[in-house]
């Protein structure tokens, strides 16, 4: 009866002590992962990458148009197991930038910038959900509107 009592003491112990050391729970919160950045002047093709949720963030900034030639940017998002295109990201006459948001269904992609006389950069970042333990400080960086210029 005695060891019966030990037994039964020590297992609430041990249940109360593996209890107190579990971790907090954890919330998720969406962040943005960079995926690539590209600049040039005329066409370029980048080379693929493999997207997690198919939603992206690209920044972009297109500069030096001479005024008697505007220049022209277009950044169309593609599937690198077809090779078509799915979404025109920029349509930009002229010198400019902003930032745009596209959402497509998760697979490889690739971009594909055609450019005449102008000068261009751009970022692409992937929105992720994440675990972030209860208590850790929140993620700065907004989910954003649909289009942003400036």
Request: with cysteine; hydrophobic share 40%; aromatic share 8%.
């Amino acid at each position: 009866m005695l060891l019966r009592a030990i037994a039964l003491v020590s297992l609430a112990v041990a249940a109360i002590a593996c209890r107190a050391a579990s971790p907090p729970p954890a919330r998720e919160e969406a962040v943005w992962l960079k995926m690539g950045s590209w600049s040039g002047h005329g066409d370029k093709q980048t080379d693929s990458f493999d997207g997690e949720t198919g939603a992206f963030r690209i920044t972009w900034n297109a500069v030096g148009a001479p005024p008697q030639a505007p220049g022209t940017l277009r950044i169309t998002l593609h599937s690198a197991v077809s090779g078509r295109p799915l979404s025109v990201a920029v349509d930009q006459q002229g010198a400019g930038g902003g930032t745009t948001y596209v959402n497509e269904d998760p697979r490889t992609f690739f971009f594909v910038v055609e450019s005449k006389n102008l000068d261009w950069s751009f970022s692409a970042d992937e929105q992720v959900t994440v675990a972030v333990p209860e208590g850790a400080q929140p993620h700065p960086g907004p989910a954003g509107p649909a289009t942003e210029k400036h």
